[in-house]
């Protein structure tokens, strides 16, 4: 019997041994040349969105050896990099990449010293907007337009908005002959003081000429944090 157990032992510690051989034949090729050595990590990167361009901007927290970052999207087929020079406290990299075609993209940041050494990556999501977008934003729709002689004002009532709104120009004309603007924005306190501020259902443009026309646009932000501001073309209405 121990000589049976030992013939079936045998074997079995042979192919052990070397599948161990094999396995440090696998990791040497890692420390061949030395500890594999990492540059600090970007922190807090962050994607606003803009019109055919984004703002990037992140953090520098650690390692003071930091001289570049590099920066990639479009599946690493686009890139640019960026020169850096520590303070020796938190540096924050703001970079915009513009002339982007309407798209969302995925940009990963990594850091680099003077000896190539590199960060794992950071990675983040964003949009940029174009004339996609545009396409979908619609005027603040009037509801009625009255001129009262007697005060040589108009009224506008309009109809709501949507959360992406931001204000709504007007231009007009005054007694004088003068190109007159108005801009109104959400300043109404809604019933709830904890929901944002709600725009008004009317707008006075005073001192407004007899007989003459305004114009008007809706400006619009697809999210808050976006660094561009969308317009729709104007829209003229005739005023009797």
């Not at 990167?45 to 930091?66: A, C, E, H, M, T």
């Not at 850096?84 to 798209?103: S, W």
């Not at 231009?171 to 959400?186: F, M, P």
């Not at 019933?191 to 006075?204: G, V, Y």
Request: charge should be positive.
């Amino acid at each position: 019997m121990k000589d049976i157990k030992a013939r079936w032992l045998l074997p079995v510690m042979v192919l052990l041994l070397a599948a161990c051989s094999k396995m440090d034949d696998t990791y040497q090729q890692f420390l061949d040349g030395g500890e594999i050595i990492y540059t600090g990590r970007v922190d807090s990167l962050k994607v606003l969105p803009g019109k055919n361009r984004v703002l990037l901007s992140w953090y520098l927290v650690s390692d003071p050896k930091i001289t570049t970052c590099r920066v990639y999207w479009n599946q690493r087929g686009d890139s640019t990099e960026v020169p850096v020079k520590r303070t020796g406290g938190t540096d924050t990299i703001r970079l915009i990449l513009d002339k982007l075609p309407e798209n969302i993209y995925t940009f990963q940041v990594y850091t680099y010293d003077n000896a190539g050494h590199s960060s794992v990556k950071e990675e983040a999501i964003g949009n940029a907007y174009g004339d996609a977008y545009i396409a979908t934003l619609s005027n603040r729709p009037v509801r009625s337009a009255k001129y009262d002689a007697a005060k040589k004002e108009t009224t506008i009532w309009w109809f709501g908005v949507n959360n992406q709104v931001q204000h709504v120009e007007v231009l007009y004309t005054n007694s004088a002959g003068v190109e007159t603007k108005v801009v109104q924005r959400a300043d109404s306190v809604p019933e709830n003081p904890r929901d944002p501020l709600e725009f008004r259902a009317s707008l006075k443009l005073p001192d407004y000429k007899a007989g003459t026309s305004f114009r008007f646009r809706t400006a619009y932000k697809p999210v808050k944090i976006a660094i561009d501001t969308f317009y729709t073309a104007y829209e003229t209405r005739v005023m009797q």
